[in-house]
T-cell receptor, first 116, second 115 residues
Framework: NAGVTQTPKFRILKIGQSMTLQCAQDMNHNYMYWYRQDPGMGLKLIYYSVGAGITDKGEVPNGYNVSRSTTEDFPLRLELAAPSQTSVYFC???FGQGSDLAYEQYFGPGTRLTVT | AQTVTQSQPEMSVQEAETVTLSCTYDTSENNYYLFWYKQPPSRQMILVIRQEAYKQQNATENRFSVNFQKAAKSFSLKISDSQLGDTAMYFCAFIPKWGGNKLTFGGGTRVLVKP
Protein backbone atom coordinates (compact mmCIF):
# COMPACT_ATOMS: atom_id res chain seq x y z
CA ASN A 1 0.00 0.00 0.00
CA ALA A 2 1.19 3.50 -0.81
CA GLY A 3 -0.93 4.90 2.05
CA VAL A 4 -1.83 8.57 1.62
CA THR A 5 -0.15 10.33 -1.27
CA GLN A 6 -0.12 14.05 -2.02
CA THR A 7 0.98 15.99 -5.07
CA PRO A 8 2.75 18.29 -5.59
CA LYS A 9 5.33 18.35 -2.77
CA PHE A 10 6.13 22.02 -3.30
CA ARG A 11 4.47 24.83 -5.19
CA ILE A 12 4.90 28.57 -5.56
CA LEU A 13 1.83 30.52 -6.65
CA LYS A 14 1.37 34.13 -7.55
CA ILE A 15 -1.39 36.08 -5.85
CA GLY A 16 -4.69 35.47 -7.62
CA GLN A 17 -3.68 32.17 -9.23
CA SER A 18 -5.61 28.97 -8.61
CA MET A 19 -4.47 25.40 -8.12
CA THR A 20 -5.61 21.99 -6.98
CA LEU A 21 -3.77 19.95 -4.37
CA GLN A 22 -4.22 16.26 -5.02
CA CYS A 23 -4.72 13.62 -2.33
CA ALA A 24 -5.27 9.90 -2.78
CA GLN A 25 -5.42 6.94 -0.41
CA ASP A 26 -5.44 3.23 -1.18
CA MET A 27 -6.55 1.93 2.22
CA ASN A 28 -10.29 2.05 1.47
CA HIS A 29 -10.76 4.61 4.23
CA ASN A 30 -14.13 6.29 4.24
CA TYR A 31 -13.05 9.47 6.04
CA MET A 32 -10.64 11.98 4.52
CA TYR A 33 -9.35 15.35 5.74
CA TRP A 34 -7.47 18.45 4.70
CA TYR A 35 -5.42 20.38 7.25
CA ARG A 36 -3.14 23.36 7.05
CA GLN A 37 -0.18 23.98 9.33
CA ASP A 38 1.35 27.43 9.56
CA PRO A 39 4.97 27.77 10.76
CA GLY A 40 5.38 26.81 14.41
CA MET A 41 1.68 26.10 14.82
CA GLY A 42 -0.62 23.12 15.10
CA LEU A 43 -3.01 21.68 12.56
CA LYS A 44 -6.17 23.44 11.49
CA LEU A 45 -8.93 21.52 9.75
CA ILE A 46 -10.01 22.99 6.41
CA TYR A 47 -12.52 20.44 5.07
CA TYR A 48 -13.37 16.83 5.63
CA SER A 49 -15.41 14.06 4.04
CA VAL A 50 -17.11 11.05 5.60
CA GLY A 51 -17.63 9.31 2.27
CA ALA A 52 -17.88 9.77 -1.46
CA GLY A 53 -20.21 12.65 -2.30
CA ILE A 54 -20.22 14.03 1.27
CA THR A 55 -18.08 16.95 2.39
CA ASP A 56 -18.21 19.39 5.27
CA LYS A 57 -16.39 22.49 6.47
CA GLY A 58 -13.75 22.49 9.16
CA GLU A 59 -12.60 25.50 11.13
CA VAL A 60 -10.81 27.40 8.31
CA PRO A 61 -12.69 26.69 5.01
CA ASN A 62 -12.64 30.18 3.49
CA GLY A 63 -10.73 30.36 0.21
CA TYR A 64 -10.87 26.61 -0.39
CA ASN A 65 -13.16 24.09 -2.02
CA VAL A 66 -13.23 20.30 -2.06
CA SER A 67 -15.00 17.47 -3.81
CA ARG A 68 -15.11 13.73 -3.17
CA SER A 69 -16.32 11.85 -6.20
CA THR A 70 -14.53 8.59 -5.29
CA THR A 71 -13.50 6.88 -2.06
CA GLU A 72 -9.83 7.19 -3.01
CA ASP A 73 -9.47 10.85 -3.99
CA PHE A 74 -10.04 14.10 -2.15
CA PRO A 75 -8.67 17.13 -4.02
CA LEU A 76 -8.42 20.58 -2.44
CA ARG A 77 -8.97 23.57 -4.67
CA LEU A 78 -7.51 27.02 -3.95
CA GLU A 79 -9.20 29.83 -5.82
CA LEU A 80 -7.61 33.28 -6.02
CA ALA A 81 -4.55 32.45 -3.93
CA ALA A 82 -3.60 34.93 -1.20
CA PRO A 83 -0.39 35.27 0.85
CA SER A 84 -2.39 34.16 3.93
CA GLN A 85 -2.68 30.73 2.30
CA THR A 86 1.07 30.19 2.47
CA SER A 87 1.27 27.06 4.58
CA VAL A 88 1.94 23.34 4.59
CA TYR A 89 -1.12 21.33 3.64
CA PHE A 90 -1.71 17.81 4.92
CA CYS A 91 -4.22 15.29 3.72
CA UNK A 92 -5.25 12.48 6.06
CA UNK A 93 -7.61 9.52 6.05
CA UNK A 94 -9.06 7.01 8.47
CA PHE A 95 -11.67 4.33 8.98
CA GLY A 96 -14.72 5.45 10.89
CA GLN A 97 -16.32 3.40 13.66
CA GLY A 98 -16.82 -0.31 13.08
CA SER A 99 -13.17 -1.08 12.32
CA ASP A 100 -10.50 -2.32 14.71
CA LEU A 101 -8.35 0.48 13.32
CA ALA A 102 -11.10 3.04 13.69
CA TYR A 103 -10.10 6.65 14.17
CA GLU A 104 -6.38 6.22 13.50
CA GLN A 105 -5.64 9.01 11.05
CA TYR A 106 -2.90 8.40 8.50
CA PHE A 107 -1.27 11.46 7.01
CA GLY A 108 0.25 12.24 3.66
CA PRO A 109 3.73 13.82 3.43
CA GLY A 110 2.35 17.34 2.96
CA THR A 111 2.44 20.01 0.27
CA ARG A 112 4.45 23.16 0.99
CA LEU A 113 2.69 26.08 -0.69
CA THR A 114 4.04 29.61 -0.98
CA VAL A 115 1.91 32.44 -2.32
CA THR A 116 3.84 35.57 -3.35
CA ALA B 1 -17.14 20.65 22.26
CA GLN B 2 -13.91 18.98 23.23
CA THR B 3 -10.66 20.76 23.99
CA VAL B 4 -7.15 19.37 24.26
CA THR B 5 -4.42 21.24 26.11
CA GLN B 6 -0.69 20.66 26.04
CA SER B 7 0.79 22.95 28.64
CA GLN B 8 4.47 22.51 27.77
CA PRO B 9 5.44 24.36 24.58
CA GLU B 10 9.01 23.02 24.65
CA MET B 11 11.03 20.43 26.51
CA SER B 12 14.60 19.27 26.27
CA VAL B 13 16.11 15.99 27.43
CA GLN B 14 19.53 14.39 27.36
CA GLU B 15 19.99 11.37 25.17
CA ALA B 16 19.14 8.11 27.00
CA GLU B 17 17.07 9.91 29.63
CA THR B 18 13.31 9.95 30.09
CA VAL B 19 10.90 12.77 29.32
CA THR B 20 7.18 13.04 30.05
CA LEU B 21 4.80 15.19 28.00
CA SER B 22 1.51 16.25 29.50
CA CYS B 23 -1.89 16.42 27.85
CA THR B 24 -5.25 17.22 29.40
CA TYR B 25 -8.60 17.24 27.70
CA ASP B 26 -12.13 18.28 28.42
CA THR B 27 -15.10 16.23 27.28
CA SER B 28 -18.50 15.02 28.40
CA GLU B 29 -18.08 11.81 26.41
CA ASN B 30 -17.54 8.55 28.25
CA ASN B 31 -16.06 6.54 25.41
CA TYR B 32 -13.35 7.94 23.21
CA TYR B 33 -9.87 7.49 21.77
CA LEU B 34 -6.70 9.39 22.55
CA PHE B 35 -3.60 9.56 20.40
CA TRP B 36 -0.08 10.91 20.39
CA TYR B 37 1.35 11.95 17.04
CA LYS B 38 5.00 12.76 16.33
CA GLN B 39 6.06 15.32 13.73
CA PRO B 40 9.83 15.27 13.11
CA PRO B 41 11.59 18.00 11.11
CA SER B 42 10.58 16.18 7.93
CA ARG B 43 7.01 17.33 8.77
CA GLN B 44 5.56 13.83 8.33
CA MET B 45 2.86 13.15 10.94
CA ILE B 46 3.44 9.75 12.54
CA LEU B 47 1.05 7.97 14.90
CA VAL B 48 2.99 7.05 18.04
CA ILE B 49 0.42 5.50 20.33
CA ARG B 50 -3.31 5.07 20.80
CA GLN B 51 -5.43 4.61 23.92
CA GLU B 52 -9.07 3.59 24.14
CA ALA B 53 -10.87 5.18 27.07
CA TYR B 54 -12.66 2.03 28.16
CA LYS B 55 -9.40 0.11 28.48
CA GLN B 56 -7.85 0.38 31.94
CA GLN B 57 -4.41 -0.74 30.83
CA ASN B 58 -2.05 1.98 29.68
CA ALA B 59 -0.85 1.58 26.10
CA THR B 60 2.82 1.01 25.34
CA GLU B 61 4.78 0.96 22.10
CA ASN B 62 8.43 0.10 22.59
CA ARG B 63 10.01 3.12 24.36
CA PHE B 64 6.75 5.08 24.34
CA SER B 65 4.14 4.63 27.04
CA VAL B 66 1.18 6.60 28.32
CA ASN B 67 -0.27 7.33 31.73
CA PHE B 68 -4.02 7.55 31.16
CA GLN B 69 -5.99 8.96 34.07
CA LYS B 70 -9.61 9.02 32.95
CA ALA B 71 -11.08 10.69 36.01
CA ALA B 72 -8.48 13.45 35.82
CA LYS B 73 -8.82 13.65 32.01
CA SER B 74 -5.08 13.37 31.68
CA PHE B 75 -3.08 11.53 29.02
CA SER B 76 0.69 11.94 29.39
CA LEU B 77 3.33 10.43 27.12
CA LYS B 78 6.58 9.06 28.48
CA ILE B 79 9.54 8.62 26.19
CA SER B 80 12.15 6.33 27.75
CA ASP B 81 15.79 6.02 26.69
CA SER B 82 15.42 9.12 24.51
CA GLN B 83 17.16 9.02 21.15
CA LEU B 84 18.22 11.84 18.84
CA GLY B 85 15.54 10.69 16.39
CA ASP B 86 12.88 11.48 18.99
CA THR B 87 13.47 15.21 18.39
CA ALA B 88 10.11 16.37 17.06
CA MET B 89 6.84 18.12 17.76
CA TYR B 90 4.39 15.91 19.63
CA PHE B 91 0.65 16.40 19.34
CA CYS B 92 -2.01 14.93 21.60
CA ALA B 93 -5.39 14.26 19.94
CA PHE B 94 -8.91 13.20 20.96
CA ILE B 95 -11.93 11.76 19.16
CA PRO B 96 -15.21 10.46 20.60
CA LYS B 97 -15.99 6.84 19.77
CA TRP B 98 -19.64 7.37 18.88
CA GLY B 99 -20.35 9.90 16.22
CA GLY B 100 -16.78 11.14 16.16
CA ASN B 101 -15.54 12.20 12.76
CA LYS B 102 -12.92 14.84 13.57
CA LEU B 103 -9.81 14.73 15.69
CA THR B 104 -9.28 17.55 18.17
CA PHE B 105 -5.56 18.32 18.45
CA GLY B 106 -3.59 19.99 21.20
CA GLY B 107 -1.21 22.80 20.38
CA GLY B 108 1.87 20.60 20.45
CA THR B 109 5.04 20.19 22.52
CA ARG B 110 8.45 20.56 20.92
CA VAL B 111 10.92 17.99 22.24
CA LEU B 112 14.65 18.43 21.72
CA VAL B 113 16.91 15.49 22.51
CA LYS B 114 20.47 16.63 23.25
CA PRO B 115 23.54 14.43 22.70
Amino acid sequence: NAGVTQTPKFRILKIGQSMTLQCAQDMNHNYMYWYRQDPGMGLKLIYYSVGAGITDKGEVPNGYNVSRSTTEDFPLRLELAAPSQTSVYFCASMFGQGSDLAYEQYFGPGTRLTVT
Amino acid sequence: AQTVTQSQPEMSVQEAETVTLSCTYDTSENNYYLFWYKQPPSRQMILVIRQEAYKQQNATENRFSVNFQKAAKSFSLKISDSQLGDTAMYFCAFIPKWGGNKLTFGGGTRVLVKP
